[in-house]
């Protein structure tokens, strides 16, 4: 079978940030002013009055402490509570576009690749600024790449999806070297006025260059060892919106078309799922999770984390052994564990070996063993 490695890695990152404090004296007013404008029907029962929140409590629940974001101004407005983001003529480069452009050139750098070298483009997200034409069409007009490209979406776990679906193509010929892009504004489907769920997410944008061994010239290779991806369907991680949308007016402006999930749920179903399928594919491999020096993992929740890389280690791993980024970025959907790969493999030597796995919505499971060159 041809070996295919990692050859470059690229991140994006948003010159905007909101600190925990900042997010929650925007959500307390906010708070504030829904129950004055309501606070006859408040008083009578109808509705219930919406209840402060605190940076420690969001930092308990998840271990996030600041996320980096597109626009802050809007988020931070209590009378608004939405990122700003003005639409562009078509004629002008996409904000998505713009974001894997920049994460791009840096993986292109890294693994030392040209435009004239890449024949494939996967932007793999959870959410895409339009139907078509394609982002990875854009993208890679922008770069001026030939070839061909397409979207696709696995939610928090598309990069781990186009990892496989890039290595794949290598695999059969169909592509000799695969840029994959991981733009994800998750701002845009975040309901800042949820509680529970405000704190969750930040922007970003990772770059994975995929490609056969026998042609990669970069100082820094990491040969897919194996790649597993499973789904199971469930609806305790959601977003209802769609083109489908305006066709019943009853559903605009809902809940549901923003992010909503069932945390508890999800947090007792896939922490059990992601950790047998790791501890299944290393058995497979004849590899001792001992042997394992990182655990590059989804970056939603620090406590799943925790769980997840203890039943697979059989041990509380240490911080070396499964690095948080969620403290800085929060949850970047399908980044978060490029985002973790990107920023802690500088100590790997040739033969070492890693994991990176990502976990959400669908459920989608993916996880990649890599080994260093």
């Known amino acids: 079978m041809t070996a295919i490695v990692i050859s470059g890695t690229g991140l994006y990152t948003p010159a905007e940030s909101i600190s925990n404090e900042e997010l929650v004296a925007s959500f307390n007013a906010y708070v504030d002013l829904y129950n004055e404008e309501h606070a006859a029907a408040i008083g009578a029962g109808d509705l219930p009055a919406l209840q402060h929140s605190s ?38 480069q996409s904000i998505q576009c713009e974001m894997a452009v920049q ?37 890679q007009d922008a770069l001026g790449i030939k070839g061909f490209g397409f979207d696709m979406n696995v939610a928090c776990s598309s990069a781990t999806f186009g990892m496989q679906q890039a290595r794949d193509a290598v695999a059969s010929g169909s592509a000799s070297c695969v840029l994959m892009l991981n733009p994800e504004i998750c701002s845009g489907h975040l309901n800042f006025c949820d509680r529970d769920s405000h704190f969750i997410f930040g922007d970003v944008c990772t770059a994975v260059i995929i490609e056969a061994a ?28 769609g083109f489908l949308n305006r066709c019943d007016a009853t559903g605009i402006g809902q809940p549901d078309k923003l992010f909503v999930q069932e945390g508890r749920k999800v947090f007792k179903e896939v922490c059990p799922a992601v950790a047998s399928q790791i501890s299944a594919q290393l058995e497979r491999l004849e590899i001792d999770p001992e042997d394992i020096k990182r655990l590059w993992l989804h970056q939603a929740n620090l406590n799943m984390n925790q769980l997840i890389s203890r039943r697979v280690l059989g041990r509380e791993a240490t911080a070396e052994e499964a690095p948080t980024i969620l403290d800085e970025y929060a949850n970047t959907s399908s980044a978060g564990s490029v985002i973790a790969f990107h920023k802690h493999r500088a100590d790997f030597r040739s033969g070492e070996l890693g994991v990176l796995c990502s976990f959400g919505a669908g459920y989608s499971i993916g996880s990649v063993v890599l080994r260093k060159v």
Do not use: C, H, W
């Open 55 to 92: 940076a420690e409590f969001i930092e308990k629940a998840s271990g996030i402490k600041s996320r980096y974001v597109m626009n802050k101004d809007g988020i931070l407005d209590p009378r608004r509570m939405v990122p700003y983001l003005p639409e562009r003529a078509n004629e002008e």
């Open 103 to 139: 994460a791009a050139s840096q993986a292109m750098a890294q693994a030392g690749k040209s435009a004239a070298d890449i024949d494939m483009v996967i932007v793999a997200a959870s959410n895409m600024q339009r139907a078509y034409p394609a982002m990875a069409v854009e993208i």
């Open 214 to 241: 026998q042609q990669a010239t970069s100082a820094d290779q990491y040969l897919i060892l194996d790649s597993k991806l499973q789904t199971i369907y469930s609806n305790n991680i959601r977003n209802n919106f």
